[in-house]
């Protein structure tokens, strides 16, 4: 059971830092394209270890994503 808080905290972690790495790339693409390509990037990175994140909690309850 405290792997599934581990993995629910860390999707949690994760979610938030991927909205922050969005909206920085969002706020960015007319001032600086290579820093925003930078931050869709690591987004993108943080995407996919989310995604794996959802398929090792998929017996517990899922984060909601919104």
Do not use: C, W
Not at 10 to 23: A, F, H, I, M, P
Not at 30 to 36: C, E, I
Not at 59 to 65: E, G, I, L
């Amino acid at each position: 059971m405290k792997d599934a808080k581990k993995i629910i905290d860390n999707q949690s972690r994760l979610l938030t830092r991927y909205k922050t790495l969005v909206e920085q790339a969002y706020n960015l693409r007319q001032t600086d394209g290579a820093l925003s390509d930078f931050s869709e990037y690591k987004a993108i990175k943080l995407l996919h270890k989310m995604n794996k994140l959802k398929f090792l909690a998929r017996d517990f309850n899922p984060v909601q994503q919104n």
